[in-house]
């Protein structure tokens, strides 16, 4: 009887499942956007409700296309969006507030306050992060303070936090496991990445109770079994890491200097440095990568575009200049260039390498003759420059020369942005024939565990390239792009004139 790994792949717009095969091919698969809730100016809401509906939705029919039995399922892996916080009460498992998403601003404050005092630098050299309204430490100090009754239910002990992957856990294990793994704890800016775990002095100073938190292991470790009134069969649950980590191992990013970028709702670029934590002086983040249990922790250096894909989705949804994504692609190349245009899809703020939570999207250098394809085109240009300048922060933190960039995510099936960030960077891009690395990533994970998979040798061998970019742009072209770029992103900022 042939057996699979099931992954979940629950991201920021939509939850999928994917079934891969030994090979780590795509067998089934499944998908269910949901509801994006905006209440207010930069803040970002989903149902937990909604998040759990739709994952369940999607792993029952993606097992049903495939035709298979329950039976025959190995294991199962999780990839998450990150940071987004969901409280909940431990009896009822019902959550008391929506969840806050990665992308949600109304944090902002909080975070100028913890600027103000300095206590910014504790949080940095604990925690690898630079505190901004995009961890979810300050979302659960805001539930805690905003939704009547939380900070008291709190202390009794009957609330309980979690990412998403924790919140999925729990429910599929019907409350047996209060879990999460070393890569999603290392994102809530209240976990020690060097002691490996919650900082009670970060705790403390947010007033958040320990009880509240998950326990924590590595990313590939039994977190549990799903109940059987849940899908029919006690099956393990085997692997866990956010998304991003969940990228860089599905890309077999297992030896330091690996970089990968994946380009989904926002971009996300992540260098393994090793057993040794890199603090960062340019700006990233240094935070933990996907570990098999038993394994020397690893670390790795992050940038965080916020806006990539998102900003294709903004010329489909609210401008209306394309009818679907890949459409981006066909008016980029209509035009020879941007006729001057820069745009800086600075949507929700900035993040590494500048870290502007309060700076905005902006169009600059049109003139009568701009037209839809050289907005569309300098909005796909935007994404490459973006990550452009967080690949120049990590050279300089980590002293490694990067020779080549393996990329996945689906702004990636995109020729022409990938080609131009090739040229940009003057490096070659490497895409691999499945660009749906973060669900495979869990996969790995997860079947590592169990022994379906025996080694990461054996992961490697799945590896397969599909096309790879090389750059063609000669140097005066590419510096006076860039010196265009940063004229444009300096305007961004909160605190230009």
Avoid at 40 to 52: A, F, Q, R
Avoid at 55 to 71: F, N
Avoid at 164 to 191: C, E, P, Q
Avoid at 380 to 391: F, P, R, T, W
């Amino acid at each position: 009887m042939e057996k699979y790994v099931l992954a979940l792949d629950q991201g920021t717009t939509s939850s999928r499942c994917i079934i891969f095969d030994k090979k780590g091919r795509i067998c089934s698969t499944s998908q269910k956007e949901f509801t994006q809730i905006y209440p207010k100016s930069g803040w970002v809401e989903h149902d937990p409700l909604e998040i759990w509906s739709t994952q369940i939705e999607v792993v029952k029919e993606a097992i049903d296309k495939l035709g298979i039995s329950i039976e025959q399922i190995d294991s199962i892996g999780i990839a998450n969006q990150r940071e987004t916080t969901i409280c909940w009460d431990k009896n009822t498992g019902k959550p008391i507030y929506n969840a806050i998403v990665w992308q949600c601003r109304r944090t902002s404050d909080y975070i100028t306050q913890i600027k103000d005092s300095g206590f910014d630098s504790v949080i940095k050299e604990k925690t690898g992060l630079i505190p901004d309204a995009y961890f979810s430490a300050t979302k659960i100090k805001w539930i805690l303070d905003n939704v009547e009754g939380a900070k008291e239910e709190a202390e009794k002990g009957n609330l309980l936090f979690g990412t998403v992957d924790t919140w999925l856990i729990w429910n599929l294990t019907r409350g047996k496991s209060h879990i999460t793994d070393y890569t999603n704890a290392s994102r809530t800016m209240l976990f020690n990445i060097k002691a490996l775990n919650w900082d009670k002095e970060i705790l403390d100073r947010l007033s958040i109770p320990i009880n509240m938190l998950p326990s924590v292991k590595p990313s590939s470790t039994l977190f549990g079994y799903t109940d059987k009134d849940v899908l029919g069969k006690e099956i393990p649950i085997t692997g866990v890491a956010g998304d991003q980590q969940a990228a860089l191992f599905g890309q077999c990013g297992f030896n330091p200097g690996d970089v990968k970028n994946t380009y989904g709702t926002g971009s996300f670029i992540l260098m393994n440095t090793g057993v040794d934590p890199i603090m960062s002086e340019h700006g990233l983040l240094t935070t933990i990568a996907a570990n098999p249990e038993g394994d020397d922790v690893q670390y790795v250096l992050e940038g965080s575009v916020f806006v990539s894909g998102a900003a294709i989705q903004w010329l489909r949804d609210e401008l209306q200049i394309i009818e679907s994504s890949p459409e981006s692609e066909e008016l980029a190349l209509a035009v020879e260039d941007t006729n001057g245009v820069y745009v800086v899809p600075a949507f929700t703020g900035i993040g590494a390498p500048y870290w502007d939570q309060y700076a905005r999207g902006i169009i600059v250098g049109i003139t009568r003759g701009v037209n839809k394809n050289h907005i569309t085109r300098a909005t796909l240009e935007s994404i490459a420059y973006q990550s452009y300048d967080v690949i120049q922060a990590m050279k300089q933190d980590s002293g490694i020369e990067i020779r080549n960039l393996k990329v996945d995510g689906g702004a990636s099936a995109n020729n022409f942005l990938m080609q131009f960030q090739a040229d940009i960077l003057n490096t070659s891009i490497q895409r691999p024939l499945y660009i749906e690395t973060t669900a495979l990533g869990a996969a790995y994970l997860a079947g590592l565990a169990t022994g379906y998979w025996k080694d990461k040798d054996d992961i490697r061998e799945n590896w397969e390239l599909s096309k790879i970019f090389k750059p063609s742009m000669d140097e005066q072209e590419r510096e006076q792009l860039l010196k265009g770029w940063q004229k444009a992103i300096k305007r961004s900022f909160s605190w230009a004139e």
